[in-house]
């Protein structure tokens, strides 16, 4: 049986349309986003990256037009979210805060876990963390150069906690270590807003982490004795830098938000473009200045290119450092 040309004609361009649709994201024929997104925090609540990324979630709000649901996942060393992305659908509605331990923990075990840069999809960077090492006010170690002395004397047994094994501050304080001849014990816990109320219960002996500590330190219940960010902090100018201090370590650990591998790029570019506004809106930079936040925005570009370079700096940390959370 013979096909009239204009059949065959016809059928062609119904074939043609069909593969088109297939090929173009759904979300963009009928809209993104059309019902609220899940953003995970690997974080317990009340710690400076929580605020902020609550903060970003309520202006996104408006701005995307759908909710932005905050969903607290913390344990794991803040891996949760990542893992979580890991069994998500790449549609845009479940994004989590991204990172530098997701970028590391691959190189830190032999178990199975991700590609940190062919496994999730960037959409842009946001901020980082004010870290710095406090100790209770009624301490004797007045500053870093007693915190030092008072760790060479007693080595392995002054603690310090972290939000977690393999965090960057941890990376950090080890190198720190290694460098002025410390052996101290690391008390890691889920979030730094833990390592809080361990220092006010006399639990460990100081904290090395990001700027939970703050309320404490401004209430007179802490003494913050050094920060590590490269300048010293605006709401702290008395407080030096570890540059200052001879040592030469910077760390702000700059983060953003990524979602599963293979998201469409009009999809990231509609979240991209509302997280970014929400990123620079009055509201979002209140929060960000209250914990001493730096601003470490990243196009979705850039951003990408960030985490390809920096997972080869963590594959070489990881490896000079020798660290592992295999038992």
């Not at 700059?254 to 999809?267: L, R, T």
Request: charged share 20%; with cysteine.
């Amino acid at each position: 049986m013979m096909t009239h040309p204009r059949g065959r004609v016809a059928r062609r361009t119904l074939l043609a349309l069909g593969t088109a649709g297939l090929a173009a994201p759904a979300l963009g024929q009928t809209g993104f986003p059309n019902r609220p997104i899940r953003l995970l925090v690997p974080w317990p609540p009340g710690g400076s990256a929580d605020a902020q990324l609550r903060s970003l979630a309520d202006v996104a709000t408006k701005i995307i037009g759908q909710p932005v649901m905050i969903e607290n996942r913390s344990g794991a060393r803040g891996l949760l979210a990542a893992q979580a992305l890991l069994q998500s659908a790449p549609d845009g509605y479940t994004l989590a805060q991204h990172h530098l331990s997701v970028l590391r923990h691959p190189f830190m075990t032999k178990a199975r876990s991700w590609d940190p840069v062919a496994d999730f999809t960037p959409v842009l960077g946001l901020t980082g963390w004010l870290f710095g090492v406090v100790v209770r006010a009624d301490s004797p170690i007045q500053d870093w150069a007693g915190y030092v002395a008072a760790a060479r004397a007693r080595p392995g047994r002054m603690t310090y906690s972290t939000s977690g094994i393999g965090t960057s501050n941890h990376i950090a304080m080890e190198d720190i270590c290694v460098r002025l001849g410390m052996e101290m014990v690391h008390v890691p816990f889920r979030g730094t807003t833990e390592g809080v109320t361990a220092l006010l219960g006399e639990q460990i002996d100081s904290i090395a982490d990001s700027s939970a500590w703050v309320p404490q330190v401004e209430a007179g219940a802490f003494r913050l004795i050094c920060v590590w960010s490269p300048e010293r902090a605006a709401r702290f100018p008395q407080v030096p830098t570890l540059k200052e201090l001879g040592v030469d370590v910077a760390v702000t650990s700059p983060y953003g938000i990524a979602g599963p591998k293979g998201m469409d790029p009009g999809v990231v570019r509609v979240l991209h473009d509302g997280f970014k506004a929400a990123l620079m809106s009055p509201e979002n930079t209140t929060v960000r200045d209250r914990w001493d936040m730096p601003l470490a925005y990243m196009d979705t570009a850039a951003y990408r290119d960030f985490i390809a370079e920096r997972v080869a700096y963590e594959r070489e940390m990881v490896g000079r450092l020798r660290l592992s959370i295999d038992s």
